[in-house]
């Protein structure tokens, strides 16, 4: 029982490529987030979707994307790749805006 | 702003015995949660242990345990009978009560020697 998953796991593209991350919860929870964890291991908010609204955006490139289609789903568009955006993107969702339940990570590569 | 602190990048342990990881933090609030997530090898990130603020008796966890000073604004996680599945890095978070944001520390890498 996945609690909650995200597609790739593994994403490798070139520069100036477009790309998608898709993230799915099956928990019931009405709130969900994306997470960027850098190459020191530092993680950092960057969106947060409450029942389908945003309610975070923090200082986060306009080339990334969020988009929530219903309460169960976050998916996380990228245009126009660069270098500096290979990390490791984490999905996560919690209930009441309480403790929050990470995916497994996409770590995106872009040569 | 809210800032989270852990002062110690690195630290090792023999197995079987205790260790204690450092965290500090800094709010104005004075309602939010307090975490500990752990995130093996397999880049899973898992929740170990959350503190309320509001409540004075410490979160304890099977064989985790944090010390909450809330006047000193400090939070540390005690492994007891450390195994070797616990190597991992350790990250310190915190969230106010009427946001959703974790704030996250930079983490401690944990080694748990046989």
């Known amino acids: 029982d996945t609690a909650v998953s995200q597609t790739p796991k593994y994403l490798v593209t070139q520069m100036g490529n477009d790309k998608s991350i898709k993230c799915e919860q099956n928990?019931?929870?009405?709130?969900m987030y994306w997470y960027k964890q850098d190459s020191k291991k530092f993680l950092k908010i960057m969106f947060s979707?409450?029942?389908?609204?945003?309610?975070i955006n923090e200082t986060v490139p306009n080339r990334f994307s969020p988009k929530s289609p219903d309460k169960a789903h976050l998916n996380l568009h990228i245009n126009s790749l660069e270098l500096g955006d290979s990390a490791v993107y984490f999905c996560?969702?919690?209930?009441?805006?309480?403790?929050?339940?990470f995916g497994p990570g996409t770590r995106l590569t872009v040569t | 702003a809210q800032t989270v602190t852990q002062s110690q990048p690195e630290m090792s342990v023999q197995e079987a015995e205790t260790v204690t990881l450092s965290c500090t933090y800094d709010t104005s609030e004075n309602n939010y949660y307090l975490f500990w997530y752990k995130q093996p090898p397999s880049r899973q990130m898992i929740l170990v242990i959350r503190?309320?603020?509001?409540?004075?008796q410490n979160a304890t966890e099977n064989r985790f345990s944090v010390n909450f000073q809330k006047a000193a604004k400090s939070f540390s996680l005690k492994i007891s009978d450390s195994q070797l599945g616990d190597t991992a890095m350790y990250f310190c978070?915190?969230?106010?009560?009427?946001?959703?944001?974790?704030?996250f520390g930079e983490g401690t890498q944990l080694t748990v020697n046989p």
């Open positions: 996560a969702s919690s209930k009441d805006r309480y403790e929050q339940y």
């Open positions: 928990l019931g929870h009405d709130t």
């Open positions: 978070a915190f969230s106010i009560t009427s946001g959703s944001r974790l704030t």
């Open positions: 503190q309320e603020a509001y409540k004075q």
């Open positions: 979707y409450n029942n389908k609204e945003l309610i």
